[in-house]
T-cell receptor, first 114, second 112 residues
Framework: AQSVSQHNHHVILSEAASLELGCNYS??????LFWYVQYPGQHLQLLLK??????LVKGIKGFEAEFIKSKFSFNLRKPSVQWSDTAEYFC????????????FGTGTRLQVTL | DGGITQSPKYLFRKEGQNVTLSCEQN?????MYWYRQDPGQGLRLIYY???????QKGDIAEGYSVSREKKESFPLTVTSAQKNPTAFYLC???????????FGPGTRLLVL
């Protein structure tokens, strides 16, 4: 069975600081990878996704993620965070051909201070 | 407006009572899903359906039941057999081709 690990449970950053959230998955086959974000009081939204091709994926609001197959990782990055990035971030994976069964990590709560 | 709607936003359940959470989508997606979100545990899959009149158990199906009689609707019943039902329930749908899931606003279930 596949699993997803997000090692940072709670991250506090000042505005303009750089962000990197870790995500590692365990599955030996071909995977599709996702980052979702849940802003306070809002529903889960897709931030970015990787299916194939360029391992550096750019998403909305200046976020990007890099797929490193050899490390089973899909870390999320942003060069300069804003207060409005305060949210919970979830990494998720589905193995291709499994009817889109997403496996989620436990989430990372990001708090950006002014 | 295209999207996924869930109702109600808040739901209260008495001990021993079954309750049904509604999920409707007008995205013409074939697949629909139910997740449970608990603090510190992320989202866990309860049930999913790839096509009308067919559904499969997810990772934590015990104490829950679903039906998929129409493409746009996938209601979830939390039965009295579910011993710890207090949680935030999220419905999602996807087009099989893109495999990207889109989520509804959620229903928070509280046990009285």
């Amino acid at each position: 069975a596949q699993s997803v690990s997000q090692h940072n449970h709670h991250v506090i950053l000042s505005e303009a600081a750089s962000l990197e959230l870790g995500c590692n998955y365990s599955y030996g086959g071909t995977v599709n990878l996702f980052w979702y974000v849940q802003y306070p009081g809002q529903h889960l939204q897709l931030l970015l996704k990787y299916f194939s091709g360029d391992p550096l994926v750019k998403g909305i609001k200046g976020f990007e993620a890099e797929f490193i197959k050899s490390k089973f990782s899909f870390n999320l990055r942003k060069p300069s965070v804003q207060w409005s990035d305060t949210a919970e971030y979830f990494c998720a994976v589905t193995s291709t051909g499994t009817a889109s069964k997403l496996t989620f990590g436990t989430g990372t709560r990001l708090q950006v201070t002014l | 407006d295209g999207g996924i709607t869930q109702s109600p936003k808040y739901l209260f359940r008495k001990e021993g009572q079954n309750v049904t959470l509604s999920c409707e989508q007008n995205l013409n997606h074939d697949a629909m899903y139910w997740y449970r979100q608990d603090p510190g545990q992320g989202l866990r899959l309860i049930y999913y359906s790839q096509i009308v009149n067919d559904f499969q158990k997810g990772d934590i199906a015990e104490g829950y039941s679903v039906s998929r009689e129409k493409k746009e609707s996938f209601p979830l019943t939390v039965t009295s057999a579910q011993k710890n039902p207090t949680a935030f329930y999220l419905c999602a749908s996807s087009s099989g081709r893109t495999e990207t899931q889109y989520f509804g606003p959620g229903t928070r279930l509280l046990v009285l």
